[in-house]
């Protein structure tokens, strides 16, 4: 035991050791010293005996090694130990002792060490029982700050679940997805005790990601601000990662090389998911970050993941009820416009045929064109259609011979239709006329999404090469009308023609109106799920 007094008078120690009792005093209660203190020194356990006359404690020696104080600093004083107490908890270990002393019942107080933050904080608890007739506390402190910190873990944790869960709750009733993103992000960055939270959306192509909804950025970037989606930066390593990213110190991370928007705010620690469809279509990149260092466990990595799929999930059934009301539109009207269009386009192919046989052969391929686009979209529940599935489709016999270069670019219906028709009349003219009527012709179809003033749009050429020279006709057939006509006036978009010696190139500018998360003016009313 250790007892030093104001002017640090002599403490001998005696001959059980160092952690034999230097107060003689004190050894009626302890027997066998050697193996208490052995036992005490093993499981990190201090044991005080507080003489409240004369205010004298007497412990144990790893009592100081224990509060993190200097070897032979502690002169064994109640007010000396209390100094050894954060100044938070010094008033309710004050109070515990009294009230022991007062009604003699057995008295366990938990209380930090001073001079450290609170995420490292030391904690230890003192218990034990009180003597009335002597006037004196004996008890035993030991650490406890793994056990304090494990319980304080799995409040978190459970906190983390419920918040999940009351979220998931409200995605089923939320009409407006603004609304849901915004609680979504406030939710992540209390629960994960974060300063910025991003939520991006893929754009169409898969080129830029923009930031939809956030916690943490300036007000005018939320909507506005755009990502790159290379692989070099934060959000496109994310978005070709299978798993979570977790970033311990940014600074020091080489998987991110190219221009980062979280070095611009500070950021040094996150995490980020990918908010994904369950066929594996990415929607966009859900991030939470820190401003200073820490480590997220496993737990919140969960919680980003299992936010991420509320907002998938959400986003899903958002375009579930739009196509749903598009199917009941597109019921009303294209049953009687599609007689309309058939009608049409018999018309007019008469018109351009010098026989029946002709007739019937143009006829049933412009039709057979525009029942491959309706398979394709049907058959996908009238969502939107892959840009390059519509290739592959309308290209079949020819797709040893063609080669597709773009980004994945979905289609809403109606211009998935438009294209249909000019995709068809384009490789029915160059199996005809062009590279694809020669055996060592090819064709080579490329596109990109862009950003023009007018927004979102598709530049798509279409380069015939390795084919007969081609012909200029003095007056354009009907199959260069219909393109014309469905380029400029259905899908208000522009048509550039080349010829060049080994075959035609055109180049498509089409604006692009889908997006793959629904819009806030789509959004309805709240419903009941």
């Given at each position: 035991?250790?007892?030093?007094?104001?002017?640090?008078?002599?403490?001998?120690?005696?001959?059980?050791?160092?952690?034999?009792?230097?107060?003689?005093?004190?050894?009626?209660?302890?027997?066998?010293?050697?193996?208490?203190?052995?036992?005490?020194?093993?499981?990190?356990?201090?044991?005080?005996?507080?003489?409240?006359?004369?205010?004298?404690?007497?412990?144990?020696?790893?009592?100081?090694?224990?509060?993190?104080?200097?070897?032979?600093?502690?002169?064994?004083?109640?007010?000396?130990?209390?100094?050894?107490?954060?100044?938070?908890?010094?008033?309710?270990?004050?109070?515990?002792?009294?009230?022991?002393?007062?009604?003699?019942?057995?008295?366990?107080?938990?209380?930090?060490?001073?001079?450290?933050?609170?995420?490292?904080?030391?904690w230890l608890e003192a218990f034990g029982a009180s003597d009335r007739a002597?006037?004196?506390?004996?008890?035993?402190?030991?650490?406890?700050?793994?056990?304090?910190?494990?319980?304080?873990?799995?409040?978190?944790?459970?906190?983390?679940?419920?918040?999940?869960?009351?979220?998931?709750?409200?995605?089923?009733?939320?009409?407006?997805?603004?609304?849901?993103?915004?609680?979504?992000?406030?939710?992540?960055?209390?629960?994960?005790?974060?300063?910025?939270?991003?939520?991006?959306?893929?754009?169409?192509?898969?080129?830029?990601?923009?930031?939809?909804?956030?916690?943490?950025?300036?007000?005018?970037?939320?909507?506005?601000?755009?990502?790159?989606?290379?692989?070099?930066?934060?959000?496109?390593?994310?978005?070709?990662?299978?798993?979570?990213?977790?970033?311990?110190?940014?600074?020091?991370?080489?998987?991110?090389?190219?221009?980062?928007?979280?070095?611009?705010?500070?950021?040094?620690?996150?995490?980020?998911?990918?908010?994904?469809?369950?066929?594996?279509?990415a929607y966009g990149i859900l991030g939470a970050y820190g401003r200073s260092?820490?480590?997220?466990?496993?737990?919140?990595?969960?919680?980003?993941?299992?936010?991420?799929?509320?907002?998938?999930?959400?986003?899903?059934?958002r375009q579930f009820d739009q196509r749903h009301e598009l199917m009941i539109?597109?019921?009303?009207?294209?049953?009687?416009?599609?007689?309309?269009?058939?009608?049409?386009?018999?018309?007019?192919?008469?018109?351009?045929?010098?026989?029946?046989?002709?007739?019937?052969?143009?006829?049933?391929?412009?039709?057979?064109?525009?029942?491959?686009?309706?398979?394709?979209?049907?058959?996908?529940?009238?969502?939107?259609?892959?840009?390059?599935?519509?290739?592959?489709?309308?290209?079949?016999?020819?797709?040893?011979?063609?080669?597709?270069?773009?980004?994945?670019?979905?289609?809403?219906?109606?211009?998935?239709?438009?294209?249909?028709?000019?995709?068809?009349?384009?490789?029915?003219?160059?199996?005809?006329?062009?590279?694809?009527?020669?055996?060592?012709?090819?064709?080579?179809?490329?596109?990109?999404?862009?950003?023009?003033?007018?927004?979102?749009?598709?530049?798509?050429?279409?380069?015939?090469?390795?084919?007969?020279?081609?012909?200029?006709?003095?007056?354009?057939?009907?199959?260069?009308?219909?393109?014309?006509?469905?380029?400029?006036?259905?899908?208000?978009?522009?048509?550039?023609?080349?010829?060049?010696?080994?075959?035609?190139?055109?180049?498509?500018?089409?604006?692009?109106?889908?997006?793959?998360?629904?819009?806030?003016?789509?959004?309805?009313?709240?419903?009941?799920?």
């Amino acid at each position: 035991m250790t007892e030093a007094t104001s002017g640090r008078q002599q403490s001998s120690r005696h001959d059980a050791g160092d952690n034999a009792p230097r107060n003689a005093a004190a050894r009626p209660f302890l027997a066998n010293w050697d193996v208490v203190g052995r036992a005490l020194e093993s499981g990190k356990i201090a044991i005080c005996c507080l003489d409240i006359a004369s205010d004298r404690m007497t412990c144990s020696a790893n009592f100081e090694a224990l509060h993190g104080l200097p070897s032979d600093s502690f002169d064994g004083t109640f007010s000396a130990f209390l100094r050894s107490v954060h100044s938070d908890d010094q008033p309710g270990v004050s109070a515990a002792m009294r009230e022991a002393l007062e009604n003699g019942k057995p008295y366990s107080v938990t209380y930090r060490l001073p001079g450290r933050p609170q995420d490292k904080a030391r904690w230890l608890e003192a218990f034990g029982a009180s003597d009335r007739a002597t006037a004196q506390i004996i008890g035993l402190i030991r650490d406890v700050t793994e056990h304090v910190n494990s319980e304080h873990r799995l409040r978190i944790h459970a906190n983390q679940h419920h918040a999940a869960a009351q979220l998931a709750e409200r995605a089923l009733v939320e009409g407006n997805l603004e609304n849901l993103l915004d609680e979504a992000a406030k939710i992540l960055a209390d629960m994960l005790d974060v300063e910025l939270v991003e939520i991006l959306e893929l754009a169409a192509g898969e080129a830029t990601l923009l930031l939809r909804a956030g916690v943490g950025w300036p007000a005018e970037l939320i909507g506005s601000a755009r990502l790159s989606s290379a692989t070099d930066t934060h959000a496109g390593f994310a978005l070709a990662s299978a798993t979570p990213v977790v970033i311990e110190d940014l600074g020091a991370d080489t998987r991110f090389t190219g221009p980062s928007a979280l070095r611009d705010h500070g950021v040094v620690s996150g995490m980020i998911v990918t908010i994904a469809a369950p066929d594996g279509r990415a929607y966009g990149i859900l991030g939470a970050y820190g401003r200073s260092r820490r480590q997220f466990d496993h737990c919140d990595v969960s919680l980003l993941a299992a936010v991420a799929t509320i907002i998938a999930g959400a986003i899903q059934r958002r375009q579930f009820d739009q196509r749903h009301e598009l199917m009941i539109r597109e019921l009303r009207h294209r049953s009687g416009n599609l007689f309309s269009q058939l009608l049409a386009l018999f018309s007019q192919t008469a018109a351009g045929s010098r026989s029946v046989a002709e007739l019937a052969t143009k006829y049933q391929a412009r039709v057979l064109a525009l029942a491959n686009a309706h398979r394709l979209i049907t058959e996908g529940g009238w969502k939107s259609a892959s840009l390059v599935e519509l290739f592959r489709t309308l290209l079949a016999p020819y797709l040893d011979r063609v080669t597709l270069n773009g980004p994945h670019v979905f289609l809403e219906p109606d211009p998935a239709f438009a294209l249909s028709t000019v995709v068809h009349e384009f490789a029915t003219n160059a199996s005809r006329h062009g590279s694809l009527s020669e055996p060592a012709g090819r064709l080579d179809v490329t596109w990109s999404v862009k950003h023009s003033k007018h927004g979102l749009v598709l530049d798509l050429d279409w380069k015939e090469r390795n084919g007969p020279a081609p012909k200029r006709m003095r007056r354009p057939g009907f199959g260069s009308k219909l393109i014309d006509m469905v380029i400029e006036r259905q899908l208000n978009g522009e048509i550039h023609r080349s010829f060049d010696v080994g075959g035609l190139h055109s180049r498509l500018v089409v604006p692009l109106t889908h997006q793959r998360w629904p819009d806030t003016a789509d959004a309805g009313e709240p419903h009941a799920g």
